[in-house]
């Protein structure tokens, strides 16, 4: 318990600032979608006017723009790049801080296996990227009401909010399962920019292609299609299904490596 609630104090400032940063995301598109809605034929014209690849490549898609539930799952895809870059951000620190800031020692020779270890700065991860998103949702909910847009489904714009834990929690099992392959990782934000931005581009490429149902298991991004969710009320279940299986292969190998592996404190 020591070690979990050791882990959320240091983790906060962190969790407050990218919090800050996904509402702050949010309010910026949801203050413009009124202006949009009195102009949305000349918007909607605008958008025809790009070429099919490049709406595709957004997550635009014409018939469902000019509503609310369309437009925000255009913006919705920038709110979920930065929610997995956080996420990657937890996955790579939370099992490589110990030797990077060479504490290995102090914390490896306390009476506590290595596996209460993983799992204590696991649900400590965990907490925070819930309790992000918690806030998140409450305050969207509060914009949303302020802004008093009407006459959209407040059970899809949950769904479609949901995704975003869904997408963190493979990112940060995904950040776990690096982080034990590497002996000491010095900085983890290259790493997890590399990454996120790795498989955003690639979605974004297997997004302009029609017949790319097998190609988006590449991508955890497109995992979750906002309009297929808004059209029919539910998610896909093949890529649930992956990215399920993402998150329980690469705890599963974390705990094994991070068990069995020689870490250094001092190099």
């Not at 050791?6 to 949010?26: D, F, N, P, Q, V």
């Not at 202006?35 to 014209?45: G, L, T, Y």
């Not at 306390?110 to 907490?127: F, G, N, Y």
């Not at 992956?242 to 690469?250: P, S």
């Given at each position: 318990?020591?070690?979990?609630?050791?882990?959320?104090?240091?983790?906060?400032?962190?969790?407050?600032?990218?919090?800050?940063?996904?509402?702050?995301?949010?309010?910026?598109?949801?203050?413009?979608?009124?202006?949009?809605?009195?102009?949305?034929?000349?918007?909607?014209?605008?958008?025809?006017?790009?070429?099919a690849t490049v709406r595709s490549m957004l997550g635009i898609d014409i018939n469902y723009i000019t509503s609310f539930l369309g437009f925000y799952s255009m913006?919705?895809?920038?709110?979920?790049?930065?929610?997995?870059?956080?996420?990657?951000?937890?996955?790579?620190?939370?099992?490589?801080?110990?030797?990077?800031?060479?504490?290995?020692?102090?914390?490896?020779?306390?009476?506590?296996?290595?596996?209460?270890?993983?799992?204590?700065?696991?649900?400590?991860?965990?907490?925070?990227?819930?309790?992000?998103?918690?806030?998140?949702?409450?305050?969207?909910?509060?914009?949303?009401?302020?802004?008093?847009?009407?006459?959209?489904?407040?059970?899809?714009?949950?769904?479609?909010?949901?995704?975003?834990?869904?997408?963190?929690?493979?990112?940060?099992?995904?950040?776990?399962?690096?982080?034990?392959?590497?002996?000491?990782?010095?900085?983890?934000?290259?790493?997890?920019?590399?990454?996120?931005?790795?498989?955003?581009?690639?979605?974004?490429?297997?997004?302009?292609?029609?017949?790319?149902?097998?190609?988006?298991?590449?991508?955890?991004?497109?995992?979750?299609?906002?309009?297929?969710?808004?059209?029919?009320?539910?998610?896909?279940?093949?890529?649930?299904?992956?990215?399920?299986?993402?998150?329980?292969?690469?705890?599963?190998?974390?705990?094994?490596?991070?068990?069995?592996?020689?870490?250094?404190?001092?190099?």
């Amino acid at each position: 318990m020591n070690m979990y609630l050791h882990e959320l104090k240091s983790m906060r400032k962190s969790a407050i600032i990218w919090t800050c940063a996904l509402i702050g995301l949010a309010a910026l598109y949801i203050s413009i979608y009124p202006e949009m809605a009195n102009d949305a034929e000349d918007f909607k014209e605008l958008l025809s006017g790009y070429p099919a690849t490049v709406r595709s490549m957004l997550g635009i898609d014409i018939n469902y723009i000019t509503s609310f539930l369309g437009f925000y799952s255009m913006v919705f895809s920038f709110i979920t790049l930065c929610g997995a870059i956080q996420a990657m951000n937890l996955g790579v620190s939370i099992l490589s801080k110990e030797s990077r800031e060479r504490t290995a020692d102090f914390l490896l020779v306390k009476p506590v296996s290595r596996s209460a270890i993983v799992s204590a700065k696991l649900l400590a991860a965990l907490t925070i990227m819930l309790a992000t998103d918690a806030v998140f949702y409450a305050a969207l909910y509060i914009m949303v009401n302020v802004v008093e847009i009407v006459n959209y489904s407040v059970k899809l714009f949950f769904m479609v909010n949901l995704t975003l834990l869904f997408v963190q929690l493979i990112f940060l099992s995904i950040g776990m399962v690096i982080s034990v392959f590497f002996k000491k990782i010095k900085n983890v934000l290259p790493i997890s920019l590399g990454t996120v931005f790795g498989f955003y581009i690639v979605g974004a490429l297997i997004a302009t292609d029609k017949g790319n149902d097998i190609e988006r298991f590449i991508s955890p991004f497109k995992y979750f299609d906002s309009t297929y969710i808004i059209k029919n009320s539910e998610y896909e279940v093949p890529y649930l299904i992956a990215g399920t299986a993402i998150i329980i292969v690469a705890i599963i190998v974390s705990y094994i490596i991070y068990t069995k592996k020689d870490i250094n404190a001092v190099s």
